[in-house]
């Protein structure tokens, strides 16, 4: 019997429990009825829209996700490395271009200036034509029966000589001489021995200043050891007129002194002045 009523007081205090908890979570919930009961629609209504919440959520966090990994993706993708690495890509491209102009434009000047050189070369090539028309056109008409006299009056320093050696002091060896080397004064006038046009003017070191005359036919007269020279190339001389005077003899005459390099040539072989000296 006192177990019964152990029993039925646990049980009242059980259900005096459960309908407080209950009173409270609906005291939760606010309603306008003045009467102050809960709607339980209402109540069911807002658990459902939490659910339907909570629902959509957990059917975006995966979406979420998703597009997290997608922007991960494209970020690695298209990130910021990729990015420097197209820049680079595209300076370099530019760089070959930049250096592939360059070199077409180098290539174009030195083309110009190929060309500009072979221009010249050809119109070079057309004076000296001109010129060399001009000197077997001149007024010299030198033969093998034309007599000379010597260019100035001295003394023959050292003959003539192809057919064997004579022996050179200065250089104090025996060879050939293709001229006569005449020895004069410094300052000594030098005259022309046939009418003819001047072909050069030029300093040679054997000979000093060095004046070569076309006169006609293939003969050629030159002049050597010269200074004070009264022409230019392309003047026709005649013959017997000054064509310089005697300058300080080069290194390879001093012991023969001072003296007249003078030469003869046919079709520019030496030929011996001698043979054409008037007797």
Known sequence: MKKKKIMAAITLLGTAAVTMTGAYALGCF?????SGYIDLSQVQEEQAKTETQQKETEEEQPVAVNNSKNVKNTTEEFGMDNVMDATDEYIKEQAKEETAKEETTKESE?????TKKEDTKDEDETQSVVASETVSKGSGNFTADSKITLPVQGTVAIDYSMDSTTYFATLDQYKYNPAMVIGCEEGTEVVTVATGTVISISQEPETGMTVTMDIGNGYKAI???LSQVNCTEGKTINQGEVLGRIGQTSRYYSKEGNNLYFQM???DVPVDPK????E
């Open 110 to 114: 030195i083309a110009k200036e190929e």
């Open 223 to 225: 002049y050597g050891q």
């Open 265 to 267: 040539t046919k079709d």
């Open 30 to 34: 606010t309603t306008d009825d003045s």
């Open 275 to 278: 043979d054409y000296l008037e």
